[in-house]
Structure formats: C-alpha cells, structure tokens
C-alpha cells in the first residue's frame, strides 16, 4: 500500500480534514468534562450500582473492578493466573473474534501496571508476557494484527518504561538479548526501537539491525555494562 504525504492532493481538503479532526476532538473533551462534572454531582452509591450492572454484562468492566479493589499483589497474582492459561491449548481464536481477543491481553497487561512494586520486577513480568507469543499467535488468526499489536505497542511501551526507570542497565540488556533471540512471530522486533532512551548513549547511534548483536560484548562477566 503507498502511503500519502499528509500534504499531498488538495491543500484545502487537507486543512479541512484537520480542522474537522481537531473541532471533533473538543467537542468530545467538552462532552467529557460535562459527564464528569454531572457523575462527580451523584451519590456515590448511584455509581456503584451502576458499575455492579456493568459489570455482570461486561467482563472488562469487571476486570477493572477487580483491579480498583485489589492490592498489588492480589494484581499480580491475577495476572500470572491469567498468563497460565495460555500455556494450555485453547479454543482457536477466529478472525472475526481476534480484536476481543486482543483487548483481553492488553487487560491482562493492565494487572501486570497495576501490580508490579519496582520496575525491575515490571520487568521479569514483561519477559513472562513476551515468552508466550507462541502459544498466543498460534491459538488464533491474526491476520488483522490486532494481537500482535499487543506485543509490538502496549507491551513494549511498559518495557520501555521499565527499563528507563531500571538502574541496572547490564541486567536489562541480558533480558532483551535473551527476549530477542527467540524472535520467531517478529513481535519483539520494536523491542530494539527505543532502546538508546533506557541503555547507554553509545548505543544510540548504532544501526537498529546491530543494536542488540553488538550489546554483548559490553557486558561483564558479572553482568554489569563495561566502561567504554
């Protein structure tokens, strides 16, 4: 597919389209503020009962719930509860269902947020996610990329936030080395794409197809980065 500079064709249909994008948006922040402003006026037990009947129509509702009430480590063991049961064949994932599918493993990311106590263990978390592709790409028809966008953006956005917040940066590198290794399916690939935001400034500058080949020799044998 040829993509379109966003000022090609008509100049005045380009600036209408824009114009009409960002009238939209206020609008819809507008409306938003309205709604929040009237929910904020309600008694407290009017939007309870409200979520109580959400929440047995629609699952992400009662996951989010369930987070909301939970401590960090009840989150996290739902998360791994969850994780579980994708190491276990399932019933394959058609097309037409892969979109659900793949908002129920970003809400399965959304534990892992709102659980992890430190970014290193955000981390080791992350890694548990990404070893699984396999049995998730495979359970499922994927052709819409709607799951493999999970992967490529949701879960690469919290490794990057992770990994910057992490101060050992050897150990960081030893878990994207061994991550993108085992790259069958291509969604660790974005992994590399931000890497000079979490890993030293050196690495910034290298090519993104050597970025992870030439991390190892940085490494020490005790795991920390070597002094270049």
Known sequence: MTHRSPMSGSRKLCYRGFDHFIG??????????????????????VLVKALIELSLKYPRVDQTIERLISGKS??????????DDYKCDGDFVRWNE??????????ILSDLE???????????FLKLFF???KNIIERCDDSSG???????????????????????????????????????YGVRDELTDKVGEYLPENVRSWPNAAR?????????????????
């Open 131 to 133: 070893e699984l592709d």
């Open 212 to 228: 992870v080949g030439m991390m190892r020799p940085l490494l020490s044998r005790n795991g920390h980065l070597r002094k270049i």
């Open 114 to 124: 709102e659980g992890v106590s430190n970014p290193k263990e955000g981390i080791e």
């Open 24 to 45: 939209t948006a206020i609008m819809h922040q507008e409306i938003g503020e309205e709604k929040t402003a009237k929910l904020m006026a309600l008694d407290k037990k």
């Open 74 to 83: 009840a989150n996290i063991r739902r998360f791994l509860a969850r994780l």
């Open 146 to 184: 709607y799951v493999s966008n999970v992967f490529k953006c949701q879960a690469t956005e919290l490794f990057t936030k992770y990994a910057t917040q992490c101060d050992d940066k050897g150990w960081i590198t030893n878990i994207l080395w061994e991550l993108i290794l085992d790259n069958d």
């Open 98 to 107: 892969a979109f659900d599918f793949a908002r129920e493993l970003d809400d």
